[in-house]
């Protein structure tokens, strides 16, 4: 004899149960000494639940949730970072550079082998684009050419190394411009806020077109530079950089370039340096005074107030000797006919065994100038033709502080300055 499941279930699933038999819907156990369907506790709700789950399935499905079983929603941040690498991938480019090896003695032609290898980024609708100086020169003297490549095209390109400057590490390239990808958008750095999210794209380790994020961890970071000199205003982020990113974009959460990855900081483990969270990217602001020069100048053209000045070092072995602080840059020589000559500013002289302190810079536009790098950075980041207030102490004396108004040239248009020396300290220094 049918009858209904005694658990209750019943609900429209269709469950039954016999005399020898347990629901369909239940599980069936047996005691020891005879054999009876026993429902355990928990069944009914069992059996609810699954109904509940079978009705949210629904739900999912036509909401458009689900596919195929498979979680598939993103959360909008995450919808943006998919979109923002999509419009942005196709205009990173790998780059890399080789050179010729005479395999054998009497072998007629040399071998092409690879020299190293980077990332950069298209700059404009022209063909320019744009990777680090050490990318391109790692191994030797600059290349008149490299191997570009792009995503979604199965050549390489040859691109014409337009110009490079070393003290910046940045590269300027060219190639044909055909069906060139739209340029990056370009961003500004100097508005950056620390915690602010940013993404990375490259070929690290030759694993094309990869995709890192993170946050600006820092900002106003000095990295030394592939010409010796320090980049200033670096920023620093934990989106993971490795050997292969160098050149590549940093962007911002709006998919702008607000800076080109440059370095790492990282343990070398094995002769394999990799990313522990700490990498660093040239501004843009910088970037874009750089690139711009280049492409119309072929070269930086770096403006000059027309004077030498004593060297850190020597100055602060000056200060030793004079017993005096000298809170600045001391100038030392001022080109004849130059912006500074124009201007009054006057140099150091010699009286015999004694010396006559010239003027101090201690400001340039309200931003104090401590050492000579910071003249230096102040300087460069005006354009010929500019006009810069500086600060100076005359005599160096705090009493006799006065504002000076110089206005800018290139240095090719300075007469070449004469050769100056302190006493017992051989040459003092750095042009300006």
């Given amino acids: 004899e049918t009858t209904p499941s005694s658990c209750g279930c019943d609900g429209g699933l269709g469950s039954t149960a016999t005399a020898n038999s347990p629901p369909t819907c239940c599980p069936r156990l047996f005691f020891s000494d005879r054999r009876f369907p ?33 979680p598939t929603a993103l959360s909008e941040s995450e919808n943006r970072i998919v979109s923002t690498f999509t419009r942005v991938s196709p205009s990173v480019c790998f780059v890399q550079v080789s050179q010729q090896v005479q395999a054998l003695p009497f072998q007629l032609r040399a071998l092409e082998v690879p020299a190293g290898s980077g990332s950069g980024f298209v700059w404009d609708t022209e063909g320019h684009c744009v990777t680090n100086y050490h990318v ?48 990056i958008p370009i961003g500004t750095s100097h508005d950056l806020q620390v915690g602010q999210t940013v993404l990375a794209i490259g070929n690290p380790f030759g694993l094309d077109y990869t995709l890192t994020t993170g946050v600006v ?16 205003g670096c920023i620093q982020t934990d989106a993971a950089i490795n050997p292969g990113n160098s050149g590549g974009p940093l962007l911002d959460s709006r998919g702008r370039l607000i800076g080109i990855n440059t370095a790492i900081l990282a343990p070398n483990r094995g002769g394999q340096a ?4 700490i990498g660093f990217a040239i501004p843009v602001d910088t970037v874009r005074r750089v690139v711009s020069q280049i492409i119309r100048y072929g070269r930086v053209v770096r403006p000059s107030l027309g004077i030498n000045v004593l060297d850190d070092a020597l100055r602060r072995s000056y200060e030793a000797q004079l017993r005096k602080k000298l809170p600045g840059v001391l100038v030392v020589e001022v080109v004849p ?34 050492q000579v790098e910071d003249l230096l950075s102040a300087i460069e980041e005006s354009q010929v033709g500019a006009e810069v207030e500086l600060r100076v102490l005359r005599g160096c004396d705090e009493r006799r502080a006065e504002k000076v108004r110089v206005r800018l040239v290139s240095r090719d248009q300075l007469p070449k300055a004469a050769s100056a020396t302190f006493p017992n300290m051989g040459r003092f220094g750095s042009g300006r």
Avoid: M, W, Y
């Fill in 136 to 183: 391109i020169a790692s191994r030797g003297p600059v290349p008149s050419t490299v191997k570009l490549k792009l995503q979604g095209s199965a050549e390489s390109f040859d691109a014409e190394v337009v110009g490079v400057e070393p003290e910046k590490d940045i590269a300027v390239l060219k190639i044909k411009p055909g069906a060139l990808p739209p340029p």
């Fill in 274 to 277: 990799g990313s522990i969270g």
């Fill in 337 to 370: 006919e130059s912006p500074a000559a124009k201007a009054g500013l006057q140099p150091a002289r010699f009286r015999g065994a004694d010396v006559a302190l010239g003027d101090l810079i201690t400001h340039v536009n309200g931003e104090p100038t401590r």
């Fill in 38 to 70: 026993i429902h355990p506790p928990h069944a009914h709700t069992d059996c609810i639940e699954k109904k509940d789950l079978a009705e949210r399935l629904k739900s999912s499905a036509k909401e458009g949730k689900l596919s195929a079983g498979v």
């Fill in 217 to 232: 961890s820092a900002l106003g970071r000095d990295v030394d530079g592939a010409g010796g000199r320090p980049i200033k």
